[in-house]
């Protein structure tokens, strides 16, 4: 009985250590004798002890740091830029088997391209354009480590660090694009108001009771601030019935104290003949 019960116990003892527990997000690429037969998990999985081995391999989004690296753009400004890197491993065979470490391998084709792709753009472009950027960078690393049963999700640009000198230049820029902008504005304001006001002098000139109407509304206002002085504009255009109606009474032939009409012969010079002075010319 007790080498029966030895090795039954031998045998629970073997079971027990060929036993392994993979979570959810996990699988486990197994090789028995060192060759690959499959992927396993989730769950309670068997491996004969001492016969079969297995790798851990995560299947959750992984966000891989990309450290700054120095990039020279292509109008010649050296910047320090760095980015975040989100992957995910789709098929855990072949990032187990086709790469020694998918991690490292995948952060050092992400500086490579980082440095060659913002190397070809310009300074204007990697700063107002990231997304553009952003979508080159995912392409080519997506691409890269396809073989490797990895997915890249997102790569994206976090910091550009540009010199002390650029950043006075582009505020000096910023600073003379927003003076440019408010000089438009207010030459654009003042053409609209010389237009309005073109607009009611036209209006007010077709009808003279609406500039006596105004006239009046503006000693309204001007009452309405309890001044001690009181200065009242008085438009030419009140007077113009009174002139007009003087100047047709001075024209009327029988107007008293009519001047008499000018003879335009009178302001011509006048000679006069000696006689004897014509005589000799005969």
Do not use: C, H
């Not at 073997?14 to 998990?41: D, H, I, P």
């Not at 438009?184 to 609406?210: H, N, W």
């Not at 001690?228 to 029988?254: D, Q, R, V, Y």
Request: proline share 6%; aromatic share 6%; no cysteine.
């Amino acid at each position: 009985m007790e080498p029966l019960i030895l090795a039954a116990a031998i045998g629970i003892g073997y079971v027990m250590a060929s036993l392994r527990v993979l979570r959810q997000y996990e699988r486990g690429v197994v090789f028995f004798l060192g060759r690959y037969t499959r992927t396993k998990g989730p769950g309670l999985i068997f491996l004969p002890f001492g016969f079969a081995q297995q790798k851990r391999v995560s299947l959750r989004i992984m966000a891989l740091d990309i450290p700054p690296q120095d990039v020279i753009t292509r109008d010649n400004v050296s910047v320090k830029v760095n980015a975040v890197l989100y992957m995910r491993v789709i098929e855990p065979a072949r990032a187990v088997i086709d790469i020694e470490d998918y991690l490292y391998a995948t952060s050092q084709l992400a500086q490579t391209t980082l440095r060659a792709v913002l190397g070809e753009a310009e300074l204007d472009e990697l700063l107002s354009d990231r997304e553009k950027i952003n979508g080159i960078l995912k392409q080519i690393i997506d691409e890269r480590t396809d073989p490797w049963g990895i997915e890249v999700s997102a790569v994206e640009v976090k910091d550009v660090d540009l010199p002390e000198l650029m950043k006075r230049a582009m505020a000096r820029q910023a600073e003379a694009e927003r003076e440019r902008r408010a000089k438009v504005i207010s030459a654009q304001g003042e053409l609209q108001a010389s237009k309005t006001l073109a607009q009611a002098a036209a209006t007010l000139a077709t009808e003279p009771s609406a500039i006596q109407l105004r006239y009046l509304q503006t000693v309204t206002e001007i009452a309405a601030e309890n001044n001690s002085t009181t200065i009242f504009p008085i438009p030419i255009e009140l007077f113009k019935p009174f002139i007009t109606g003087m100047a047709s009474a001075a024209a009327s032939p029988g107007a008293q104290g009519a001047l008499p009409e000018p003879n335009p012969f009178n302001a011509l010079p006048k000679f006069e003949v000696e006689p004897e002075k014509a005589k000799k010319k005969d």
